[in-house]
Each structure stands twice: as C-alpha cells, then as structure tokens.
T-cell receptor, first 118, second 106 residues
C-alpha cells in the first residue's frame, strides 16, 4: 500500500492483559513515530525510531510500554498489564527523513488503533 | 503552561467565510506542523514549515519565527473543512497544541 497501515484497527482487552499494536510505515521511510490520543485529549508523543539508532523513548508513560522496530521497517508497540487509562487511539506515523532536522520531515499518519481496556 | 497554545478552541463558521486559526509556541523549534483530524479520527498532515508561507489549494499557513507564531487560514470555507486542526511544534521534543475544532455550516 501507499500509506502507513496499522493493525488491528480496534482492540478490546481486559485489564491486566498484554496487547501488541502493529505499524507498517511507508516503504523507505527511515523515521517512525508512535503517538496516542486519549479521549478528549490532544496528541501525546510516545516513542521515535530513526533507522537502526537507539529509539527515543522519552515519551513512554511507564515501563509497561515498550516498542521495537524490526529490520528498520515494521514496528510493534507492546503494552503489558493494560490499565483502563491506557484506553486511547494509538497512532503511528512515518517520515522520510530523520528528526529533528531542517529537512522535509513531514509525517504521514496511519489510521490508528483504537484500544479499549475494560 | 503548554509549550504550544492554539486559539480558538472551537470555531463555527458559515460556508464561504475566511477562517484563521492561531498557534503560538514558547520553545525553539526546527519545524511547525499543521495537522487535520477528521471526525473519524484519521490525521492528515497539511503543512510542515520552518519559515515564511505555504499554500495548498484553499489552505494557507504562515509562520513568524521572531514572534513564535503561526497561522492557518482557510479561504472560502466549506462544510468538508469541518475537522480538528492541530498545531505541532518539533524542536528537541514534540509539542502539540490541544487543537481547534472547526465546524462549517452550509
């Protein structure tokens, strides 16, 4: 496909369970970002991957959150022992150039995964 | 205080009106983004700019680096422009405004 894809589109889980969210960035994009948007809230940065460099994890809200990016392409965001406050839309974006920078680091967003923790 | 402030929070306009959404930021940035979030939740990047002005169709974005201020203008607004518009500043970190909810009435 031409755009960023995410799966699943919706995920309902029980409190305490682990979940995995997947992001397929645009082919050739070296930068990948995860954000979340809680109900009625703005966007919140979670984590940033650039190529094979160590990711910027400064936005992860707790050690229950982790993410990996395999082969510089697909990324998985894992939330362990989910809590109700983890309910949100999780958005992935990719960019053709590294962040930060003066280059054209326009981000292309995926459709998001709506996570509901019961 | 948020690093990025947007105004207004909510805006209702009649079809055809000229619309301006403002964004002020208090941090050093390398770029400023305007994002559009549709009612279904999908986000589209409208502009990424670091200086001057950009135009795409009926949308115009400007930035004044000295004043740390950016504006998004929509000319001849249309109901399909109804969405949440988000200002995002990228410096050493990501900073997002809380969004402006725009409703254009036919």
């Amino acid at each position: 496909g031409a755009g960023v894809s995410q799966s699943p589109s919706n995920k309902v889980t029980e409190k305490g369970k682990d979940v995995e969210l997947r992001c397929d960035p645009i082919s050739g994009h070296t930068a990948l970002y995860w954000y979340r948007q809680s109900l009625g809230q703005g966007l919140e940065f979670l984590i940033y991957f650039q190529g094979n460099s160590a990711p910027d994890k400064s936005g992860l809200p707790s050690d229950r959150f982790s993410a990996e990016r395999t082969g510089g392409s697909v990324s998985t965001l894992t939330i362990q022992r989910t809590q109700q406050e983890d309910s949100a839309v999780y958005l992935c974006a990719s960019s053709p150039v590294p962040f930060p920078g003066q280059g054209k680091n326009e981000q292309f967003f995926g459709p998001g995964t709506r996570l509901t923790v019961l | 205080k948020n690093e990025v402030e947007q105004s207004p929070q909510n805006l209702t306009a009649q079809e055809g009106e000229f619309i301006t959404i403002n964004c002020s930021y208090s941090v050093g940035i390398s770029a400023l983004h305007w994002l559009q979030q549709h009612p279904g939740g999908g986000i589209v990047s409208l502009f990424m700019l670091s200086s001057g002005k950009k135009k795409h169709g009926r949308l115009i974005a400007t930035i004044n680096i000295q004043e740390k201020h950016s504006s998004l203008h929509i000319t001849a607004s249309h109901p399909r422009d109804s969405a949440v518009y988000i200002c995002a500043a990228t410096g050493n970190q990501f900073y997002f405004g809380t969004g402006t909810s725009l409703t254009v009435i036919p």
